[in-house]
Structure formats: structure tokens, C-alpha cells
């Protein structure tokens, strides 16, 4: 896929102001490296993510002579052999059966990572979806993409994307009563869509599960993924979430036109549905209200929300 120019220069009006006053108080700071202006981008599966994130990494560089490097939250999970363990550990949690959600990252290592922004030479890790039948691994330490500055080589912009970037964890009383409520809804969308792609699925997971993933997040928003490692977000959501299984299948039947292999329409709504109570969990904070606090009533917004429909096309944008 490819995105419409229109939502670049969108993106751009958005990000660059920002980046510029970023660098201008960096200026005034006494430090060998200076923090690279740190953008977050959070988009459904499906919904474009990795290909919003390198087009726009292009046009900061091409358009305005930034230096730029894109992460995925998906490069930090954990190597094969702990996934494998967290796996054992939690048989009866459907949710950690595969890589993907919270709990499933390497913390330390992500950590690792942005304490390496301000520190000098950035190593950029990455994760081999292919290896062990699919199950994947991380790649060698020394296959691993390295950022090293220099005053002529100043990093300025990570954009740092990820399926559930600007999740916020529930209190207990809250996450509690979410997953009462879903227990006296059918299992149908909520738009009385074809009840083939289900919106709500908390009713199918123990609430100890979900404490479980809860928890998990609660301690990320406390590390890496807490707001104040980051000074924007671009957020890429839709106006029905099933079509988050519409986006997965499209994709799936591509892979199988190129590849001749790929999984089938059932494989992915089941795929799908392992990540769906996180969506109907905590989408609805990051659509209400900006994963990075503003700093006054006067300041500028610090996030910027894309509404996809069916086709990918971009129905609004929003600043938060």
C-alpha cells in the first residue's frame, strides 16, 4: 500500500513545528548529545503502520533534511527461547500463547535503547518473524542497524511505532467493570456488522487473564512506554474496528498472490481476536484524550488522530 500524499503533508504540518521548537530548547542545553525529538506512532494491525511510519520518515528527510530512524516495538520482543518460557509459564492464558502483547517485549532492552538516545552510538535491534516455523527470534547483535553521531551526523527525529503505542493501563475497578459489561453483550460488532469479525471478546478470557496483560502495561507506561519519553504521537485508527480483520485478510490474500503461502481467512480472524481485548480495553482512552499530557490549556497538541475507513482512505484528522 501506498499513502496518499495529502496525509503526509498532513503528518508534516503536524510533526515538523514541533521538531523545530524541540531542537530550538535542545539548543540551550549543555549536553554532548541531544535527545532526538521522539515521535510515537500507534496504528491498528493492518491499518498501514510500518508504511505511514517509513513514508513519513522519508519526507522529514527529503523534504526538510532531518535525520531520521524508524523502530518497531516488534523488534524488541524477547528472544525465542523466553517467548518459549512465558509461553510454558502461562498456559492457561490464551493471550500469551503468542508474541505481541504486553508482556512479551524485552523491558530492559527497550529501555536500553532510549537511554542510548543521549548516550552516544544507537543500536537498533530487530526480530526474525520467520525463524522456528514462524514463531521467530531476534537477530544476531551483529546484524543489528547502528546510528553513530557525530556533529555532522546529528540524529533528530525516532519515530517509534507499534500496535498498542499509547495504551494506558486500567485501574482495577475499571478494567473490572469493562469486562462485567462485555459479559451481557452478545459477541457480534458493534456496528451490526457480520458477526464473522467480533468486536467483543473480553468475555472470552478469565478476568485474571486480562489482569495479567493489565498489569503487564501498567509496568510499561512506567518504563519505555511512559508519556514522558515522548513528545508526540500519530494515532491511525478507523471508524469500525472490524475493519481491523477486513485490513488483516487483505493483507493475508496479497501475501498469497506474491508468496503462494500465507495463512487462511480463519487463521487470521483467530490472529486478530488475540489482540482485540487490548483494542477493546484501551482504544477508547487514546481516542478521547492525548497519550502525551499537554503541557497547559494554551500548548500545542500532542497528538494527531487519522480516522480510516474501509479502503484505508483518511475520513478526518484530529488533534488532541
Not at 541531544?34 to 510515537?40: E, G, K, T
Request: charge should be negative.
Amino acid at each position: 500500500m501506498s499513502v496518499p500524499n495529502n496525509a503526509i503533508q498532513e503528518m508534516l504540518s503536524f510533526v515538523v513545528p514541533r521538531v523545530q521548537a524541540h531542537h530550538a530548547k535542545w539548543q540551550h542545553q549543555q549536553t554532548e548529545f541531544h535527545r532526538p525529538f521522539l515521535l510515537a506512532l500507534s496504528g491498528l494491525q493492518g491499518s498501514g503502520k510500518s508504511t505511514y511510519a517509513s513514508q513519513l520518515a522519508l519526507a522529514l528527510e527529503h523534504e526538510h533534511h532531518f535525520r531520521v530512524i524508524v523502530c518497531s516495538l516488534d523488534d524488541f520482543y524477547h528472544d525465542h527461547d523466553t517467548l518459549v518460557k512465558i509461553k510454558n509459564q502461562n498456559r492457561d492464558n490464551g493471550l500469551l500463547q503468542v508474541r505481541g502483547q504486553p508482556g512479551t517485549h524485552d523491558e530492559a532492552l527497550v529501555s536500553q535503547f532510549f537511554e542510548s538516545l543521549t548516550a552516544g552510538i544507537v543500536k537498533i535491534p530487530a526480530f526474525d518473524k520467520s525463524r522456528f516455523q514462524g514463531q521467530g527470534d531476534r537477530v544476531p547483535e551483529e546484524d543489528w542497524k547502528v546510528f553513530v553521531p557525530s556533529v555532522d551526523n546529528v540524529l533528530d527525529i525516532v519515530i517509534f511505532e507499534g500496535w498498542c503505542m499509547g495504551f494506558k493501563s486500567l485501574e482495577k475497578d475499571e478494567l473490572e467493570q469493562k469486562w462485567e459489561s462485555a459479559q451481557k453483550e452478545p459477541q457480534t460488532t458493534r456496528l451490526s456488522e457480520d458477526a464473522t469479525f467480533p468486536t467483543n471478546t473480553l468475555q472470552n478470557h478469565p478476568l485474571h487473564n486480562l489482569e495479567i496483560i493489565n498489569d503487564n502495561l501498567r509496568r510499561y507506561n512506567t518504563t519505555f512506554m511512559n508519556p514522558a519519553n515522548f513528545d508526540s504521537l500519530i494515532h491511525l485508527d478507523t471508524e469500525e474496528l472490524a475493519n481491523v480483520y477486513r485490513w488483516r485478510v487483505e493483507q493475508e490474500h496479497n501475501l498469497w498472490k506474491v508468496k503462494g503461502t500465507g495463512m487462511t481467512d480463519a487463521s487470521v480472524i483467530q490472529f486478530v481476536q488475540d489482540y482485540m481485548p487490548a483494542y477493546e480495553l484501551y482504544l477508547e482512552e487514546l481516542q478521547r484524550k492525548p497519550f502525551i499530557p499537554r503541557g497547559s490549556e494554551t500548548a500545542s497538541s500532542t497528538q494527531l488522530r487519522l480516522v480510516l475507513d474501509r479502503d484505508r482512505s483518511v475520513l478526518k484528522y484530529e488533534e488532541l
